[in-house]
């Protein structure tokens, strides 16, 4: 896999973060808000992101989109409401919590089949595994967080699917990899 060269500037990154406040902050206040426009036209291409929600030091949300059919900055905002709203692990982010926050975002490179998971390399790749109906994915920063190896990281991401660790050594698992911009 080639490495994923997407560079954001200052401007461009700040203007995301202010997306995915404004966004929570008119859905706590109860107004819609529009998105104002991109400062660029790399904001308007088509990629896939997380948008992730600390709140002191914890994960208090985080949902995405894979796939990159949408422009970013319209992901982006969609994925802020959901990260803070509908997280099925975590009741809707309250005015309190919005306050103290913080916002990480990812950026996803295309999926890509992964030829060999000895090629995966924490830190760098993120995972998707599916079979049948199941399905789970581990953005590229989870493993390094959690201080895991890449066999680890492997079956963290098959219980993320809630299948077996070891899953990825069953050939009916398909295994995507990707990498991510995060900031």
């Known amino acids: 896999m080639d490495a994923f060269h997407f560079a954001l500037t200052g401007e461009e990154k700040d203007y995301l973060k202010n997306c995915v406040k404004m966004r929570i902050a008119a859905r706590l206040a109860g107004k819609a808000v529009a998105v104002p426009e991109p400062p660029t036209d790399k904001l308007r291409e088509p990629y896939g992101a997380f948008v992730t ?5 914890r994960l208090r949300g985080c949902i995405g989109h894979i796939v990159g059919d949408l422009p970013l900055f319209t992901t982006i905002a969609a994925m802020a409401e959901a990260a803070a709203f509908e997280d099925p692990r ?24 992964c030829p060999d998971p000895n090629l ?3 830190g760098r790749h993120g995972l998707l595994m599916r079979r049948g109906g199941r399905s789970g994915l581990l953005l590229p920063q989870v493993p390094v967080e959690w201080g895991w190896d890449r066999e680890t990281f492997l079956d963290q991401t098959c219980r993320k699917a809630g299948m077996e660790p070891g899953c990825w050594k069953d050939p009916a698992t398909r295994i995507f990899w990707f990498e991510a911009e995060v900031f």
């Open 53 to 57: 929600l600390n709140l002191r030091g």
């Open 90 to 113: 975590f009741p809707p982010l309250t005015r309190e919590e919005f306050e103290a926050v913080t916002v990480e975002i990812s950026v996803l490179s295309p999926l890509t089949p």
């Open 120 to 122: 995966v390399e924490v």
